[in-house]
């Protein structure tokens, strides 16, 4: 992999990850684009670094709420951490269930389908624009909420789909208070990440190569200082409320999407 592609790709993961524009649906355009045979051998273990890339920022950015959650929940008692781990706990059970009995059929979207990509993103859209429009509150996101949202999560693994974008929509249109649902958005996916990685570490099909250390060094500070700006930014955005313009960017790229699906 030369060295500006590895930067290049961490620049866009780190963006992605966290803005409302769903980066494997950017993959997978990119994939029609460019074609399968631009993805080289070592992508597994170079996507692996990336997504521990924008992993450890958002750990950096929300460091002392970690912090916090760490220390509550060593006192072993009943506690605000206490709950709000709960919480995250529930809303990983949809992914894990998605991941674990349906891992074959969504391997299956990602195939260069542009056309589905296009219309996914309109969904995407839709779903920002409605919580842009939502009125601003301070409620906390409830147990309850937390299994809703976590259902956002798992339809979000459907390329097209922002994982941010839906969640902290779908927490915001439940009525939550816009900067808690992004601080929930973010914290909820650490752990999945971190879950992903082990299990395409245990899998043996990782490829190591003295020969690319450099390329994916730089990839993975791309992704981290990208990750860093674009997860600060996004908090921002949702508590200005100006998720808008990423909603008109993906039906721009969905509409740009859907009428080359139809030529293709």
């Not at 752990?191 to 990782?206: H, N, T, Y």
């Not at 200082?225 to 008109?248: D, E, N, P, Q, R």
């Amino acid at each position: 992999m030369e060295t500006i592609d590895a930067i290049i790709l961490g620049i866009i993961q780190g963006l992605t990850e966290f803005l409302p524009v769903s980066s494997s649906g950017h993959l997978e355009l990119g994939k029609a684009i460019l074609g399968d045979k631009s993805v080289p051998e070592e992508s597994l273990l170079f996507t692996v670094v990336l997504h521990f890339a924008t992993a450890l920022s958002t750990i950096v950015v929300f460091r002392k709420d970690i912090f916090e959650i760490i220390m509550g929940l060593l006192k072993f008692k009943k506690n605000e951490e206490t709950f709000f781990s709960l919480k995250i706990i529930i809303s990983m059970i949809p992914a894990v269930l998605v991941g674990l009995f349906f891992e074959e059929q969504l391997e299956k979207l990602f195939g260069g389908n542009v056309l589905f990509v296009g219309f996914m993103l309109l969904i995407t859209a839709a779903l920002l624009w409605f919580a842009d429009k939502a009125k601003s509150t301070r409620k906390p996101v409830s147990t309850s909420n937390a299994f809703v949202i976590g259902i956002a999560q798992a339809i979000a693994m459907l390329p097209g789909i922002s994982r941010s974008g839906a969640t902290i929509s779908t927490s915001v249109l439940l009525g939550n208070d816009k900067t808690k649902a992004a601080r929930f958005s973010f914290l909820m996916v650490i752990p999945l990440i971190f879950g992903k990685i082990a299990k395409d570490i245990l899998s043996g099909d990782l490829t190591f190569s003295s020969d690319n250390n450099t390329s994916i060094i730089l990839g993975f500070a791309a992704a981290f200082i990208s990750g860093l700006f674009a997860c600060t930014w996004m908090i921002s955005l949702v508590k200005k409320s100006k998720l808008t313009y990423f909603a008109v960017y993906c039906v721009v790229v969905g509409i740009i999407a859907i009428s080359f699906g139809f030529i293709k």
